[in-house]
């Protein structure tokens, strides 16, 4: 590793000092017989001047190098109050690691070509920053995750059945046998808290989804937790915290980076508990209040969710959904056999569902009665029946879809910004 210094470690204060920095040619232009150069680096930009009176060799290969170049400059730090940083280094030095003489990416580039050249656009600060943003977000929910007793696992992602309908199931050959890529760690999960009781999985999620929303990826990464003994509310309560903390934390140490996407941070500071809570029933009286045309029974989509997000200036949780329009193994709700034990978490300001959560149904018979109401076969779950079978508890966990909790912090236009390498219906590739 060269002994260089970072662009964000260039400090006016530092101000004759010789410095070494290594990184990319972010912005160039000449004036008279000067170059100036913003050089780029992942921890920001700083600008370098190169005078030819200073060394006639270093400004001429300054001359020569083009946008995102790679490149090694030393020079004298001088503070400057019109250099973006307020600092500048007066370079003596250059060495141009590779040039570049037409980097593809232009200011008029489209959003299409932009995720054709993927693999290029992650040169950019913006998409570095939401990067930033999005591992921050998963280094606050380890610390909350840590220091509330949650253990890590790591579940299978080859597995033999559905968890969220077989519709959106990717289908591979497994030698002579039929495997699936993983819709959600959950039933492993919910193995895993007969040993450890609170257990959580960061892995990634496949949907053979074909509808093109700008919620949806067919490869997504998934946060999931299931906790032995706790039912509904418990974890409801445990999904407001994380994620208060996710989101709380995460403008204390990457504030900068949000405010590059939003200037109004005031849903992310409301963020706190307890988040509010509406029912089904009262989320469809308030779209039947707003001219949605929306029957009891049904279920809300991305628009029906964007209206009710309306009403909300913090992420909010939707509780006691009909049976009909949810998963099989969903607790039945004593109180209304017409509903299940779930909540949704959503995001205000449009993005809705964030969050799917639900109490598992924890009896043997009526497990089996469901599969078999919403027509799959037992015997294809005859694991997952047996942990209903040997000290069966009451348990309850949710999933929280990452790239949907960054696009609603960064107020992302898709969550396919949110990702390092977009997966979609149309896009495989790169
Ligand atoms: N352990 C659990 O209880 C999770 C449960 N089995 C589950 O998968 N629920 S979910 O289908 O609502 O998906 C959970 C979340 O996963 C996200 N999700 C779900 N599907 C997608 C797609 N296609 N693209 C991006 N994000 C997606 C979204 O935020 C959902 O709220
Ligand atoms: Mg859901």
């Given at each position: 590793m060269i002994d260089k210094i970072y662009c964000?470690?260039?400090?006016?204060?530092?101000?004759g000092k010789r410095v070494k920095l290594a990184g990319w040619v972010y912005r160039k232009r000449e004036v008279g017989k000067k170059v100036f150069i913003v050089l780029r680096d992942s921890s920001g930009i700083v600008q370098t001047i190169f005078k030819k009176e200073l060394s006639e060799e270093a400004y001429a290969e300054a001359k020569k190098v083009g946008i995102e170049s790679s490149i090694i400059v030393e020079g004298t730090v001088k503070a400057d109050p019109r250099a973006p940083t307020g600092v500048e280094i007066q370079a003596d030095k250059i060495e141009v690691v590779q040039n570049v003489d037409?980097?593809?990416?232009?200011?008029?580039?489209s959003e299409e070509f932009l995720l054709d050249v993927r693999h290029l656009h992650l040169h950019s600060p913006k998409v570095a920053s939401i990067m930033k943003v999005k591992a921050t977000m998963m280094q606050a929910a380890r610390e909350w995750l840590l220091q509330d007793g949650w253990y890590e696992v790591f579940p299978p992602i080859?597995?033999?059945?559905a968890v969220e309908g077989g519709a959106t199931l990717f289908k591979l050959k497994y030698f002579d046998r039929t495997a699936y890529l993983s819709q959600s760690a959950q039933l492993y999960l919910e193995a895993a808290i007969f040993g450890l009781e609170k257990v959580w999985s960061l892995t990634p999620s496949f949907r053979a989804e074909k509808s093109r929303t700008?919620?949806?990826?067919?490869e997504f990464w998934h946060l999931e937790l299931e906790a032995a003994w706790m039912d509904l509310w418990d974890i409801m309560k445990v999904e407001e915290e994380l994620v208060s903390y996710m989101v709380q934390r995460t403008l204390e140490l990457r504030r900068s980076e949000i405010e590059t996407f939003r200037k109004d941070l005031t849903t992310l500071k409301n963020a706190v508990p307890p988040f509010p809570r509406v029912s089904y029933d009262e989320a469809i009286d308030i779209l039947q209040s707003k001219g949605v045309e929306i029957e009891w029974g049904e279920d809300m989509g991305a628009d029906e969710e964007r209206i009710l997000t309306q009403e909300f200036e913090a992420p909010f949780f939707v509780y006691?959904?009909?049976?009909?329009?949810?998963?099989?193994?969903m607790k039945e709700d004593p109180e209304d056999p017409?509903?299940?034990l779930a909540a949704d978490m959503l995001a205000p300001e449009g993005y809705g569902e964030v969050i799917g959560g639900s109490q598992r149904e924890d009896s043997y018979d009526k497990l089996v009665q469901r599969i078999l109401e919403e027509g799959m076969k037992p015997e294809d779950y005859e694991w997952y029946l047996d942990l209903r079978k040997y000290g069966s508890v009451p348990h309850s966990g949710f999933g929280l879809g990452l790239e949907r909790l960054v696009a609603w912090v960064l107020k992302?236009?898709?969550?396919?910004?949110?990702?390092?390498f977009p997966r979609t219906p149309s896009r495989l590739y790169p």
């Open positions: 964000a470690d260039v400090q006016p204060d530092m101000e037409f980097f593809p990416i232009t200011k008029d580039a080859l597995v033999t059945g700008r919620r949806h990826l067919t006691g959904y009909p049976k009909g329009i949810k998963a099989f193994y017409r509903k299940v992302l236009d898709h969550v396919r910004w949110a990702t390092l």
